[in-house]
């Protein structure tokens, strides 16, 4: 009996020792509610627009405060305060501007059409402006207290940022449209020669190497790598330590924008209107996507997805594993920008010919909830009717549902996933039945009156009875 009764003790043991695991085992594999969702979510709509004079060069530019900047061929200079969704400043030239700001930590830097280089501070006020004797042909670069560009005779001049004195040049073979890009403490010129050269910050020559084409575009250093497009349509990607080549493939067309990376990928639109995504570490192309025009934007990440613009009216989302669109936003206008993300809201520019304006759109996520109910009121009393909302915009929303009648609410169906309350009763009246729909970040309401009338009441065709 004794051995027996130990015996049973330990099964009894066996079995709870089972039950934890198997709890514990169901709450490890248990799957996790999908986390709020980063970036833009579609549909979007027009929250804000600001209008300006002449078409946006270019594209705009965000700097770290979410301030955007952004240059026209009317010569003005403008900030958007994201945040208030307002023009912050405007800085008028005498003549067109060439090319977009470049952004340092306290001050930005532009061109125009005279050659003068301009360095404003982030309140738009005028520090210096040097004029140079030579075409600038490249957008300007800056780093550790220097700005960088290109001329059409393939010097780069290296000025101060402090005042603008030229600081040293340094001579190609050909001109230079892609602006510096830098690794390290040394400058990636990218020139029209087919060569990039790593130059020093003293203006000392430190490496070559030859791309044998043209190099119209800014590349992209992405760590040690070097990723680099040609105007015979090749695409190189180079080890910057070693100065050697990694890998190079050859596309359907020349690269338009400078290349965007991810972790994994490496992103570049082409002349041939297609957007190409690659691995990082060979150069297998690991997707497509046709665009509906030429693209010379830069890509924007919104945090999970890639954003693409083109010369078209139509702004897309696209997922940066298999390139699928993601959503999509007709702006009825040509778009002359690249996307800007700056939470919450998702920017762009256009630019309307006929009236000689361009405009940037503030576009936000689509929040909005329809509330409808079947049958349709009015009815008669102990009547089931069901009333259901349907929500645009929410992540995993709640739905609680109210009751009321004159000036008395009452919660009828606490929040929860359900979207849909049915509902009877035997009183007549009036009613209202209310919606709020919540999630992590949001909610809204949206309401709906419904009437019941006595059975021996004969229901009423609202459409006729308002044609009366």
């Known amino acids: 009996m004794i051995r027996w009764a130990a015996g049973k003790e330990r099964m009894k ?35 804000r627009r600001i209008e300006f004079d002449g078409r946006p060069i270019g594209g705009l530019e965000k700097d770290e405060a979410d301030r955007v900047y952004f240059s026209t061929d009317k010569g003005y200079l403008c900030c958007l305060d994201t945040g208030a969704q307002e023009m912050a400043w405007e800085f008028r030239d005498s003549v067109p501007f060439g090319c977009p700001p470049a952004l340092g930590p306290e001050r930005l830097f532009v061109w125009d059409e005279e050659n003068s280089v301009i360095c404003l501070d982030k309140k738009g006020a005028l520090l210096w402006k040097v004029k140079v004797s030579e075409k600038i042909s490249s957008e300007i670069s800056q780093d550790r207290g220097s700005i960088y560009f290109g001329t ?20 190609t073979e050909g001109p230079i449209h892609a602006a510096p890009a830098f690794f390290e403490n040394q400058i990636c010129l990218a020139g029209g020669d087919g060569r990039v050269y790593m130059i020093s910050s003293s203006g000392r020559l430190r490496g070559t190497m030859d791309v044998g084409s043209p190099i119209l575009v800014t590349p992209l250093v992405d760590g040690r790598r070097l990723y680099v497009g040609c105007e015979d349509r090749s695409f ?42 690659l691995n990082k570490k060979n150069g297998h192309i690991l997707w ?27 702004l897309h989302a696209l997922d940066v594993k298999s390139g ?36 940037v759109l503030f576009l936000r996520k689509e929040v909005g909830i329809k509330l409808a109910a079947s ?14 909302a349907l929500a645009e915009g929410f992540h995993r929303p709640q739905y609680e549902f109210s009751l009321v009648r004159g000036e008395d609410t009452a919660v009828v169906q606490p929040a929860s996933e359900r979207a849909t309350w049915v509902w009877y009763t035997d009183q007549e009246g009036t009613f209202l039945v209310r919606v709020k729909v919540v999630d992590e970040k949001q909610s809204q309401e949206a309401e709906i009156p419904y009437e019941i009338i006595k059975n021996d009441q004969p229901a009423v065709d609202p459409k006729r009875s308002a044609g009366r």
């Not at 066996?14 to 169901?26: P, R």
Request: aromatic fraction near 12%; charged fraction near 20%.
């Open 236 to 277: 190189h990607c180079y080890d910057l330590r070693r100065q050697k080549r990694k890998w190079k493939i050859t596309a359907g067309g020349r690269l338009l924008a400078t290349p965007r990376a991810d972790r994994k990928r490496v992103y570049f639109p082409a002349s041939n209107g297609v957007l190409y995504a």
């Open 375 to 388: 049958p349709a009121s009015p009815q008669p009393m102990g009547t089931e009717v069901s009333f259901t």
């Open 152 to 171: 059409e005779t393939g010097h780069l001049l290296a000025m101060s940022q402090a005042a603008g004195d030229l600081l040293w040049t340094f001579k």
């Open 13 to 47: 043991k066996v079995l709870v020792f089972g039950l934890v695991v198997l709890a514990l085992s169901c709450s490890l594999f248990r799957a996790k509610p999908a986390a709020y969702p980063a970036g833009v979510m579609f549909p979007v709509k027009e929250a």
């Open 288 to 314: 497509w996507w046709i665009s509906p025009s030429k693209s010379r934007y830069d890509l924007e990440f919104d945090g999970q997805n890639i954003l693409a613009t083109s010369s078209a009216p139509n």
């Open 324 to 359: 699928k669109s993601i959503g999509q936003f007709d702006a009825g206008q040509e778009i002359r920008s690249n996307p800007v993300w700056a939470e919450p809201y998702l920017l762009i520019a256009l630019f309307d010919p006929l009236a000689d304006k361009g405009r």
